[in-house]
């Protein structure tokens, strides 16, 4: 057993983007004591949460409390924040991050809480990160945790990866009564685990929406651990990260569960509803529906077969229809496990 870390917490946390789980790891880290900034990219939630004490767009019947400052503002935001949460949807990660650089005092920790591969490139977040703001130290946070558990106070674990020093930090900073972080520093297994469940969830959800059974979707959940865990090796992941919170934690809670907007979109889809219908503007945010084909893409780099992504991707795209994708799934070469 590892010795108990005894590292300081940042006394100042600045939140970028304050969507459901923006707004929610607002409140984690006040309850945390620290004191936090919130950005908000819409005129509109920075007013309500100034006027109400709320968050009525994104997390609605949540008090916040007065230790956490909403603006529009970034330079404001970032200003003395020891560590910054960036919490846009993954595929506008890198314009943040770019934005952020700009303003922000080089070699603080940015925390990308962001689930996602980016669509064109395949990178990773971490690589993102590298690319959109050298001279920050990257750091990622994921794990099992839907953002109305923990901002209802439901008790939650994630993990911070980081350098150690860095995760560590991060985990004093943000833990509280129902709120554990685990500390690591493995942020690719990390970054992989959070961004490819999403699209594991849409796969099981098409399962369940399709009626194909609790045993059908439980041989999918298993089989995609192993398409994650083989990429993840590849790329230089430790295969008890990919075991933990980030990768199998995540995939148990977000691909068995209706709350999870992938395994409901997935569900949605395995029903019948048009693709079209389910993304249009204003719908919720299903992050598997643009890492489908980044992962495809990255795994393709890696000469790595993903047979349950590429389905999920060719599904999405329209190139194959359901019942060709069950097909497809079942009449694979017969292997060993
Ligand atoms: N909601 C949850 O339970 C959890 C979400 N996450 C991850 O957090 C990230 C953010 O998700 P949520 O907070 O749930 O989002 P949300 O669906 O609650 O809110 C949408 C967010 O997208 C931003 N946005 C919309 N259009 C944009 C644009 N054109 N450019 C930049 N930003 C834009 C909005 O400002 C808002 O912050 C995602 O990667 C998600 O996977 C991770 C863990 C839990
Ligand atoms: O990442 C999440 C839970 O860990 C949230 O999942 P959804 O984005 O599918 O709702």
Redesign the pocket.
Request: glycine share 14%.
């Given at each position: 057993m590892s010795a108990p870390s005894k590292a300081a917490a940042y006394e100042k946390i600045g939140v970028i983007?304050?969507?459901?789980?923006?707004?929610?790891l607002a409140l984690t880290a006040a309850r945390a004591g620290r004191k936090v900034s919130l950005w908000?990219?819409?005129p509109e939630?920075v007013e309500a949460i100034r006027k109400t004490g709320e968050n009525g767009i994104?997390?609605p019947g949540i008090a916040l409390p007065e230790n956490i400052t909403a603006t529009g503002d970034l330079a404001e935001a970032v200003s003395g924040a020891g560590a910054l949460l960036m919490?846009?949807?993954?595929q506008?990660l890198r314009?943040?991050l770019s934005a952020v650089a700009a303003v922000a005092a080089k070699g603080t920790p940015l925390v990308v809480?962001?689930?996602?591969i980016e669509r064109g490139t395949g990178k990773i977040v971490t690589e993102v990160i590298a690319e959109a703001a050298p001279g920050f130290e990257p750091a990622i946070l994921?794990g099992p945790?839907?953002?109305?558990d923990s901002a209802v106070g439901l008790p939650t674990a994630v993990t911070t990866a980081a350098r150690m020093d860095i995760a560590e930090r991060l985990q004093a900073s943000l833990s509280h009564a129902t709120f554990r972080p685990y500390a690591s520093d493995d942020l690719v297994g990390v970054a992989l685990g959070?961004a490819a469940k999403?699209v594991y969830a849409i796969a099981t959800g098409i399962v369940d929406g399709m009626g194909l059974g609790e045993s059908a979707r439980a041989a999918l959940l298993a089989r995609s651990f192993a398409e994650l865990t083989r990429l993840g090796i590849a790329l230089g992941a430790r295969s008890e990260t990919l075991m933990g919170l980030s990768g199998l934690g995540d995939l148990v809670l977000t691909a068995t569960s209706p709350t999870s907007?992938n395994f409901h979109f997935g569900q949605e889809v395995g029903r019948g509803r048009s693709i079209a219908s389910l993304r249009e503007p204003g719908k919720?945010?299903a992050?598997g529906v643009e890492t489908a084909p980044a992962l495809v893409t990255r795994a393709a780099a890696e000469k790595i077969e993903l047979p349950i992504a590429e389905t999920v991707a060719n599904v999405l795209s329209g190139a194959l229809p359901l019942d060709g994708a069950i097909v497809r799934l079942m009449t694979r070469p017969l292997k060993s496990e």
């Open positions: 983007g304050a969507g459901a789980w923006g707004t929610s908000a990219r819409e939630v994104f997390l919490v846009p949807p993954a506008h314009s943040a809480c962001a689930k996602g994921s945790s839907f953002a109305r959070g999403n907007r919720p945010l992050e």
